[in-house]
């Protein structure tokens, strides 16, 4: 069955102390993998498609990589408004979307 | 460039009763996915249109249903409501279809009493 798994579930940094949170997937027939900001309250916001081992992806302070079982989401000097939950998702051949619980990321100042 | 669209924000509903949530894409796009997300269960998958098609589907009874219209405006149904259908529903948008750089509505909030 396809499984994504996030670890951590909750990870605590002070500012500027970088970190990366990981994704796991088992599916069969990977066709992305897709990272989100989700905020209370609000809708997911997308953050970078992924589709082959070896690829990375950068914004601002977050770095996606990917290598054929898992996904790095690397947070480089976060700062307080990096807050949120990361969610991590893998489309697989027939189109479903599976989605990770989530890492929710505390940034203190 | 305006959003994804849903209405309405808020939804208070009896057990038995039914309800209809809308979602407008993002002018342009043609496919609409629509989630249920829990704090037990995540985010989880219920269908895609496209085109006014229904492309895909997730693992969900039949009395979660959706349709869209040729202004690829999407509406989803939920008949014979239960307790555990409270839950926030989400719509995503995308010009190619499901996952491919989808933009996701506020939600509605749909609570089941």
């Known amino acids: 069955e396809d499984q994504v798994t996030q670890s951590p579930e909750a990870l605590r940094l002070q500012e500027g102390e970088s970190s990366s949170l990981n994704c796991s997937y088992t599916v069969s027939g990977l066709r992305g993998l897709f990272w989100y900001r989700q905020d209370p309250g609000k809708g997911p916001e997308f953050l970078f498609t992924?589709?082959?081992a070896g690829e990375e992806k950068e914004k601002e302070r977050l770095k996606a990589t990917l290598t054929k079982k898992e996904s790095f989401l690397h947070i480089t000097a976060p700062k307080p408004e990096d807050s949120a939950t990361y969610l991590c998702?893998?489309?697989?051949?027939?189109?479903?979307?599976?989605f990770g619980a989530g890492t929710r990321l505390t940034v203190k100042p | 460039k305006a959003g994804v669209t849903q209405t309405p924000r808020y939804l208070i509903k009896t057990r038995g009763q039914q309800v209809t949530l809308s979602c407008s894409p993002i002018?342009?796009?043609?496919?609409v996915s629509w989630y249920q997300q829990t704090p037990g269960q995540g985010l989880q998958f219920l269908f895609e249109?496209?085109?006014?098609?229904?492309?895909n589907k997730g693992n969900f009874p039949g009395r979660f249903s959706g349709r869209q219209f040729s202004n690829s405006r999407s509406e989803m149904n939920v008949s014979t409501l239960e307790l555990g259908d409270s839950a926030l529903y989400l719509c995503?948008?995308?010009?190619?279809?499901?996952?491919?750089?989808?933009?996701f509505g506020q939600g509605t909030r749909l609570t089941v009493v």
């Open positions: 002018s342009g796009h043609r496919s």
């Open positions: 995503a948008s995308s010009a190619q279809g499901a996952g491919t750089e989808a933009f």
């Open positions: 249109y496209f085109s006014e098609t229904q492309r």
């Open positions: 992924l589709y082959s």
């Open positions: 998702a893998v489309q697989v051949d027939n189109n479903d979307m599976r």
